[in-house]
């Protein structure tokens, strides 16, 4: 599939893509007022029409091998951290409390939001609102190309640039600014210009950001789209976007568009992760004896959903009568759907399913002490054979089960047993034939364990 990345900043659309051959398509259009609003779209129909031509006239391949991804403004993303007290028992609760402390008047009966644990007793909420999520999915409808994703790019900075340190993220985005503060590949703070401040203006602000609720100052800061960057007292590293051949002016002019592309492509767990905002949106829910139970939550559940929007149904009418949920993932409202009944033929399988026949190695890909073992324990006392443990190379926010491809087959029994611990798992099956164990197990960030 191609990957279509479009950003909307300032009326001005802008479309890239790598084509096959790994060279870049970058395509650029100033919309009406009427159409559109500095972020906001404001006639859908008009927008979808003006993104389809502009794909057509440029992008010779056909709708169904492309894949649409829009990102964000930080101005439509809601960030926050939230901090829970030790001795806290009913997190959700203190969760909301404080989410909607934090959010001043916004309501959260406005947004699809949900939060995730990046730290112990640490928390990186995540909102947007529905009708701007909505919007986009009305999009994808209308131009009939799938949607895959939907990125705020300052949440993309942290992950490209690696750095889980207390950090200031100053980025130059047409006339205007935009500057993030975060920390464990998550953002806190963010705050959008209408226009360039100068230099001294700049390093009073970055300096009184620096000591933003903190006993201790940040003095590291990444620049994007900066010639030169330079504030006496801190460290600036450069973000330089991913390098395309004879294309120094699409590096700077495209450089979100292109920071997105190439982390779409490089990193297999940002698409099931937090960071995509589909995977806020409300999900099916299964009925039994009366009893509502949340599906757990994943990109392809999200895809369900798209898949039932793409086909016309007005998903969202009638959304004052659903019922509503808490959920550790997933806040917003859900619906609700019958549960099928598993075949004869399904039930043997799962049967015949030994998890003492499988061999595990497990690594730590949270950076949290002590989660290899947890997870250990934890598929011991289910039954399965754990080999060994250790800390894997990267992070990951979602949690990975890599399997030989003769084992995937237990991946349904593995996620059922993991899921309550490990709410975001992306499946694969791609672990080599002469590995010593039969899967691959990388805890990521978004464990409860």
Same mark, same amino acid.
């Given at each position: 599939m191609q990957e279509i990345i479009i950003s909307l900043n300032s009326n001005v659309l802008k479309v890239s893509t790598l084509d096959s051959e790994g060279s870049f398509l970058g395509f650029t259009r100033e919309?009406?007022?009427?159409?559109?609003?500095?972020?906001?779209?404001?006639?859908?129909?008009?927008?979808?029409?003006?993104?389809?031509?502009?794909?057509?006239?440029?992008?010779?391949?056909?709708?169904?091998?492309?894949?649409?991804?829009?990102?964000?403004?930080?101005?439509?993303?809601?960030?926050?951290?939230?901090?829970?007290?030790?001795?806290?028992?009913?997190?959700?609760?203190?969760?909301?409390?404080?989410?909607?402390?934090?959010l001043g008047n916004v309501s959260l009966d406005d947004l699809y939001f949900s939060y995730k644990k990046i730290a112990p007793f640490l928390y990186q909420f995540i909102g947007v609102k529905k009708e701007?999520?909505?919007?986009?999915?009305?999009?994808?409808?209308?131009?009939?190309?799938?949607?895959q994703s939907v990125l705020p790019w300052n949440l993309l900075l942290p992950?490209?640039?690696?750095?889980?340190?207390?950090?200031?993220?100053?980025?130059?985005?047409?006339?205007?600014?935009?500057?993030?503060?975060?920390?464990?590949?998550?953002?806190f703070f963010s705050e959008v210009y209408d226009k360039d401040r100068s230099s001294e203006e700049l390093a009073e602000y970055v300096k009184e950001?620096?000591?933003?609720?903190?006993?201790?100052?940040?003095?590291?800061?990444?620049?994007?789209?900066?010639?030169?960057?330079?504030?006496?007292?801190?460290?600036?590293?450069?973000?330089?976007?991913?390098?395309?051949?004879?294309? /120094?002016?699409?590096? $700077?002019?495209? !450089? %979100?568009?292109?920071?997105?592309n190439y982390l779409i492509d490089t990193? *297999? #767990?940002?698409?099931?992760?937090?960071i995509n905002l589909l995977n806020l949106l409300p999900l099916p829910a299964v009925k039994e004896k009366n009893t509502t139970v949340l599906v757990a939550?994943?990109?392809?559940?999200?895809?369900?959903?798209?898949?039932?929007?793409?086909?016309?149904l007005s998903y969202f009418s009638g959304s004052e009568n659903q019922d509503t949920f808490e959920n550790e993932d997933v806040l917003s409202e859900t619906a609700e759907v019958e549960e099928s009944t598993p075949s004869v033929e399904e039930e043997q399988?799962?049967? /015949?399913?030994?998890? $003492?026949?499988? !061999? %595990?190695?497990?690594?730590?890909?949270?950076?949290?002490?002590?989660? *290899? #073992?947890?997870?250990?324990?934890?598929?011991?006392?289910?039954?399965?054979?754990v080999l060994s443990i250790d800390t894997a190379d990267e992070n990951t926010e979602a949690t990975i089960l890599k399997f030989k491809p003769d084992y995937v087959k237990y991946s349904d029994l593995v996620t059922e047993d993991l899921k309550e611990n490990f709410p975001e798992?992306?499946?694969?099956?791609?672990?080599?034939?002469?590995?010593?164990?039969?899967?691959?197990?990388?805890?990521?960030?978004?464990?409860?364990?």
């Open positions: 919309l009406d007022k009427d159409i559109v609003e500095n972020t906001f779209i404001k006639d859908v129909q008009a927008f979808s029409g003006q993104l389809d031509s502009l794909i057509a006239d440029n992008i010779k391949v056909s709708k169904s091998k492309l894949n649409l991804n829009f990102i964000l403004e930080p101005e439509d993303v809601f960030l926050r951290f939230i901090t829970l007290p030790k001795t806290e028992d009913n997190f959700e609760d203190e969760v909301i409390k404080q989410a909607e402390e934090k701007f999520l909505e919007n986009i999915l009305q999009i994808s409808n209308l131009t009939g190309i799938s949607l992950k490209y640039t690696g750095t889980t340190e207390p950090s200031i993220f100053v980025t130059k985005r047409n006339n205007g600014q935009a500057i993030s503060l975060g920390e464990l590949s998550g953002v950001l620096s000591f933003y609720k903190r006993s201790q100052p940040i003095d590291k800061i990444y620049s994007l789209n900066y010639e030169s960057f330079d504030i006496e007292g801190f460290e600036v590293i450069n973000v330089e976007p991913p390098v395309i051949k004879d294309q /120094e002016k699409a590096q $700077k002019e495209y !450089s %979100i568009n292109l920071i997105a990193d *297999a #767990a940002l698409l099931t992760s937090q939550s994943s990109i392809a559940a999200v895809l369900v959903l798209a898949a039932a929007i793409f086909a016309g399988s799962q049967e /015949e399913l030994e998890r $003492k026949d499988l !061999s %595990i190695r497990v690594e730590n890909g949270a950076g949290v002490n002590g989660l *290899a #073992a947890r997870t250990q324990t934890l598929l011991q006392d289910s039954g399965y054979e798992i992306v499946i694969e099956d791609t672990l080599g034939e002469d590995a010593e164990y039969d899967l691959l197990i990388t805890a990521g960030t978004t464990s409860n364990l």
